[in-house]
């Protein structure tokens, strides 16, 4: 899975690509001609857990970064540069919000609340025209041939959506179940994924979160999560040395870059939890899709493990961190054994017992 960064030109879209992959955009491997990036994710889990464990290794959980080319309002709705959007999918949104004379807009002025419009309305227009042409076609078939139970469910799915976008409102907002998901998946609406705004604003981070209010509040009801990140400070504090950089984000009111918060947002908002193993070697996260069992987590680690699996002892990160140690956390009683069915949690710390 890959989380694709897009924006308006100069919005600051290689500033997150690099603060999150800390690799300049231009020097990043590509594929298809987008720049390609692996991202940690900093969880402050794994750091209380290595304080810990004292390991040899320590592991974060890592997804990819696409940088697709800048968004192109009031070109043609099919246009080349929606299609590695529809690829990507997750999407981090960056919104210029700080005020630089010597930085070109594209619109020739700064307004985040304009530029978020501008694309919510470019997307929603893309995706109505690539609903309403898909039901075009299937009323053709259904003239020649009449359509059996499974094509009117797919054709009904397709009518709601196409009623929900007529009504200016993305498709994130509208119920699905997973059944239903299934049918227009290889659509790849492009307002139906999921998607993290990251307001790119000014030194001032106060006044900036108090005069967006408006706009952040509107953009969480439309199911998104939104950052605020000051590109121009979470560079100084990427560059500076780790002592310093403490000190610098005191006196700014910081407890994190929010370069960290922007990764745990970004990770899942792809659907993606973590799962936790522990000892002397390594201390490690691990990725895994939501809803996901505890023979396929024993699979992300190793393909012996998931076909050999017999039980998961697991007890939370909670548990284990407020115990202390392993042993006082078996003594609480807080492991569990748990068989093929058990669908893992964020933050189970795992051991798998398996025998091949």
């Known amino acids: 899975m890959n989380l694709g960064i897009i924006g308006l030109p100069a919005a600051g879209k290689k500033t997150v690509f690099r603060l999150l992959t800390g690799v300049n955009a231009e020097k990043a491997p590509t594929r298809d001609g987008l ?44 246009a080349a540069w929606l299609e590695p959007i529809r690829r990507s999918d997750a999407l981090v949104f960056v919104v210029r919000a700080f005020a630089a004379d010597h930085v070109f807009h594209i619109q020739g002025t700064v307004d985040p609340v304009r530029d978020v419009e501008l694309i919510q309305i470019e997307f929603l227009l893309a995706d109505l025209a690539m609903a309403e042409t898909r039901i075009q076609r299937m009323d053709k078939e259904r003239k020649a041939k009449a359509f059996d139970a499974i094509r009117d469910r ?31 998946r290889s659509l790849q609406f492009l307002t139906l994924k999921p998607w993290v705004v990251v307001l790119n604003v000014g030194e001032d981070l106060a006044a900036c979160e108090k005069r967006l209010e408006g706009l952040v509040t509107s953009l ?30 005191q006196d700014l009111g910081l407890t994190e870059p929010a370069a960290h918060r922007l990764s745990r947002a970004a990770y899942t ?32 680690i190793h393909s012996d493990l998931e076909r050999g699996f017999i039980r998961a002892d697991t007890v939370p990160y909670e548990a284990l961190v407020a115990a202390g140690s392993e042993k006082a956390a078996r003594e609480a009683n807080h492991y569990r054994l748990n068989g093929k069915d058990y669908v893992v949690q964020d933050g189970d710390v795992i051991e798998i017992r398996f025998n091949v």
């Open 269 to 300: 908002s792809l659907g993606l939890l973590s799962f936790f193993t522990v000892g002397p070697d390594e201390v490690r996260a691990w990725p895994i899709r939501r809803g996901a069992t505890a023979p396929e987590a024993a699979g992300r």
């Open 35 to 78: 720049a390609l990036g692996i991202a940690a994710v900093r969880d402050p889990r794994i750091d209380r857990l290595s304080a810990m464990y004292n390991p040899k290794k320590t592991r974060y959980a890592e997804f990819e970064i696409v940088l697709p080319p800048d968004l192109q309002p009031d070109t043609a709705r099919g």
């Open 220 to 249: 969480r009801a439309q199911g998104a999560e939104v950052v605020f990140l000051s590109a121009a400070i979470e560079q100084e504090i990427a560059e500076l040395a780790a002592d310093e950089r403490e000190a610098f984000m």
């Open 154 to 184: 797919e054709y009904s799915i397709l009518q709601r959506c196409y009623d929900h976008l007529h009504g200016e409102k993305p498709l994130r907002t509208l119920e699905f179940s997973d059944e239903d998901r299934k049918f227009i």
